[in-house]
């Protein structure tokens, strides 16, 4: 709630509309039903695979609607922070569009998140320590720069994200339970937003790491807490300043958060990678993590589990697979 005002929710017609400008030049991704992962977790596993799109993860559907309707206003350059997934759909709407991106990240990045977003056109500076040094660069930038800043939370982007949200609900049968990473926020509240269009039941948890308990602690206590750092290996996720009205969303559509360890993300990367053969980083993997982490709750369900990215480094990549397994 901003300033005493509920933030209005999202009609199917606006998302409606959002998907087909993003079916334009982005496919729909497939969901599949999972027999080892259902075995795994003791509940009928269903996968929305946004790895499969062409920045492997899902912010490009938000990035396109964004840079869309930002050309229409006569915008040529913007400049956003990221870990990566949001810089490299700003960079492909960019290039798409015919506009410019600058992006910027924190030192220590991913280095093939970095590779991937200079790739695909953008400007990359490296400043801070963390997520939130980089946006405070990227806002200092915009106003330096006169360009156009792209916040990594805004109901715009969330219009966009939802119509993977819209193709899970249409594509899979009914979920009982539907387990999503949070990391600003955008795609827990796309699930919302397209749950709520939809008038369906559909319970939506969010999944966030131990280390970066921003939003399970904002959930708990009703209101937005920041923590001091976002320490996760699952980047995708470390946020430490909630955004109010992600937050807003969440805690009147979420039915809960659940928090899981760097471990147990990391198993469920193994899981991924040995049950389906896919590719998940961190954050795409928070989302079986926690579903898997409340496995007598889910016993005998249908649950629906967002792989929101596959954008993982090669050798953090062969370290995970290579290590022992563990339980959860």
Known sequence: MMNGVMTPPLTLTELDTASAIIRKVLPPTPQYHWPLLSQRAGAEIWVKHENHLPTGAFKVRGGVLFMSRLKEQGVKAVVAATRGNHGQSLAYAARLLGMRATIVVPQGNSSEKNSAMRAWGAELIEHGAD??????????????????????????????????????????????????????????????????????????????????????????????????????????????????????????????????????IQAAMRHYFSDTHQIAEGAGAAGLAGALAERPQIAGKRIGVVLSGGNVDRGLYASILEADSVSG
């Open 131 to 264: 997520f939130q040094a980089a946006l405070e660069h990227a806002n200092a930038l915009a106003n330096e720069r006169r360009l156009q800043f792209v916040p990594s939370f805004a109901l715009e982007l969330v219009c966009g994200v939802a119509s993977y949200a819209l193709e899970f609900f249409r594509g899979a049968p009914e979920l009982n339970a539907v387990y999503v990473p949070i990391g600003l926020g955008s795609g827990i509240c796309g699930m919302i937003a397209a749950r709520d269009a939809l008038k369906l039941d559909t319970e939506i948890v969010g999944v966030v790491a131990d280390g970066a308990p921003c939003y399970a602690e904002s959930f708990r206590e009703g209101r937005v807490i920041s923590t001091a750092a976002a320490q996760t290996m699952a980047d995708g996720i470390a946020c430490r300043v909630p955004d109010p009205t992600a937050f807003e969303i969440i805690q009147n559509g979420a039915a809960r958060i659940v928090r899981v360890t760097d471990a147990q």
